[in-house]
């Protein structure tokens, strides 16, 4: 149903406006995921990446310190920064995930827009 929906919309518009329709086309997880680092806001989502990859790097070697540890106090001084860093990095990771649905939506709304000026 929604294909052939589709498929009635773009016959109905006009050239410009299906440029327009091309451009509001739901995204694929990656495609969205990717379309972050674009924008007003991209540089926000660069400087969350590279904290993020720092911060799980520095929990690797954390963390492969601590599986090298021969006694309890090393084990525990390498431990829970591994545990940290990496908590920490997936928090930052996981942080873009709202930016990315408001995303989604913000292109939905586009669409409506635009099937409600075809139609007027």
Do not use: N
């Amino acid at each position: 149903m929604t294909d052939r929906l589709d498929d009635l919309i773009r016959d109905a518009l006009e050239a410009e406006e299906r440029d327009i329709l091309r451009d509001t086309e739901e995204l694929g997880y990656f495609a969205l995921g990717l379309s972050q680092f674009r924008g007003k806001l991209g540089w926000v989502t660069w400087v969350v990446m590279i904290v993020q990859g720092a911060m799980f790097l520095g929990g690797v070697w954390c963390a492969i310190r601590f599986f090298a540890a021969t006694d309890a106090l090393t084990a525990l001084h390498w431990g829970v920064p591994a545990a940290v860093l990496m908590l920490a990095a997936t928090t930052l990771k996981l942080s873009l995930m709202p930016q990315m649905q408001a995303d989604r939506i913000l292109r939905e709304l586009k669409r409506v827009e635009l099937m409600i000026l075809s139609r007027g």
